[in-house]
């Protein structure tokens, strides 16, 4: 009988104590959920001594756009992965009949046969791969992007049929793709694309789709530019290199207009 007085004291300390903290743990809980995002500054000594606001955060409305983004681009690699594959048995055991009489490599035949099962179901194979393509770059995919500069001529032609165009027309097309393959990669590397970076400072140095003739100033702005977002990244000091490289073949307004752009670039 003691006893109870003694329970019933022990069970009210207990529920003063979870009173008392439980609301402290759970208001910290929700003031880190809406803490504000860490800005670090960075400074990069070939700047002129510029200081760069950068906020590690990525956007809510990028993280829902990247898994359509890959899917597309899965989407577009398997269409791509069809586009030379026979489409039925009699095809098939035509095409081996003459890598066999060819003494075609056994990998090759091997790999053909892997595909053709795979491809056999693949019902969009007709599809515009390289549109996906563009359009998945244009999502943010950096895998998008590098894959539309591995394209050789020849195979933009084929998969964008340029071959019942005239050849005044296959150029002006094949202009209007290049243009195009550089709009959808600057907005792949803005969204945080390495590979996409990495294409533009070496596209630029050979091309600038708007003049028709090179552009240092936009390869080295995107080197900045790499150099000042991709800290972590295995080819840092190789474009660290590009940079210097082009730095010394350069004026110095050409430089200072370079490094306004890059940060134009990092602010976008």
């Known amino acids: 009988m003691r006893s109870t007085p003694i329970g019933l004291l022990t069970g009210l300390c207990l529920s003063i ?76 055991n035509q095409w081996l009949e003459e890598a066999l009489s060819r003494d075609e490599v056994h990998e090759i035949i091997e790999t053909m046969k892997t595909r053709y099962q795979r491809c056999l179901n ?34 933009v032609h084929q998969a964008l049929n340029f071959s019942k165009l005239t050849r005044d027309e296959q150029v002006a097309r094949m202009k209007a793709f290049t243009a195009q393959k550089y709009q959808v990669t600057e907005q792949a590397a803005l969204l945080g694309g390495e590979k996409a970076t990495l294409q533009l400072i070496r596209g630029y140095q050979y091309l600038d789709p708007d003049t028709g003739g090179q552009n240092y100033i936009q390869a080295l702005a995107y080197s900045h ?6 800290q972590d990244s295995e080819v840092y000091s190789r474009v660290e290199w590009t940079r210097n490289y082009l730095e010394q073949r350069m004026t110095l307004d050409e430089i200072t207009q370079a490094q306004q752009l890059a940060g134009e670039l990092h602010n976008h």
């Not at 390289?130 to 500069?149: C, E, F, H, P």
Request: glycine content about 0%; some cysteine.
């Open 17 to 92: 104590c979870v009173l008392v903290f439980y609301p402290q743990d759970q208001h910290k809980s929700e003031h880190i959920k809406v803490a504000n995002p860490v800005v670090e500054q960075v400074q990069h000594p070939d700047l002129t001594n510029t200081i760069i606001n950068t906020t590690h955060q990525q956007p809510e409305q990028e993280q829902v756009q990247a898994e359509p983004a890959e899917a597309l681009f899965k989407q577009a690699m398997q269409i791509r992965q069809c586009r030379n594959v026979p489409r039925n048995d009699e095809a098939f």
């Open 122 to 155: 693949n019902t969009s194979r007709d599809e515009n791969y390289v549109q996906k393509l563009i359009n998945a770059a244009k999502m943010g995919s950096d895998k998008a992007a590098d894959t539309l500069w591995r394209l050789a001529p020849a195979e």
């Open 225 to 230: 530019y790499f150099l000042q977002t991709r």
